[in-house]
């Protein structure tokens, strides 16, 4: 993810994510370069990619707002608006049940703009 500083220079850090077929929901650590950026100025781009060797590359970049969903950090009381999220993070992530740490919280990023790539169509 692709942040601004105050400072106008970008800042990009990896971040585990899931989409829910709507948007791109971000994990993210409260006490983070990450998080005043974010708070400061919410748009960002995220560049999700895949592939090793040159035919194989694809990717897709989304451009948007991020909204910060429930509380920061998040706490392990219940948020109907992250039990879809939760599950899916833990799922791809945790093998099982998202579990709460005190120290992260929900980022939402609703697409602005997205662009894809996608090197297997040039091998045809």
Request: zero cysteines.
């Amino acid at each position: 993810m692709a942040t601004v500083g105050s400072d106008g220079r970008p800042h990009n850090t990896p971040l585990w994510f899931v989409w829910d077929g709507q948007g791109l929901w971000l994990n993210s650590i409260v006490k983070s370069q990450r998080w005043t950026d974010v708070t400061r100025r919410p748009h960002v781009s995220v560049v999700i990619d895949a592939g090793d060797g040159y035919d194989e590359l694809r990717g897709v970049e989304i451009i948007g707002q991020l909204e910060r969903v429930g509380e920061a950090p998040r706490s392990s009381s219940s948020d109907a608006r992250l039990e879809g999220p939760e599950r899916l993070f833990g799922t791809k992530y945790l093998g099982g049940a998202f579990q709460t740490d005190g120290r992260h919280a929900w980022l939402r990023l609703s697409p602005e703009k997205i662009v894809s790539w996608d090197f297997r169509k040039l091998t045809g």
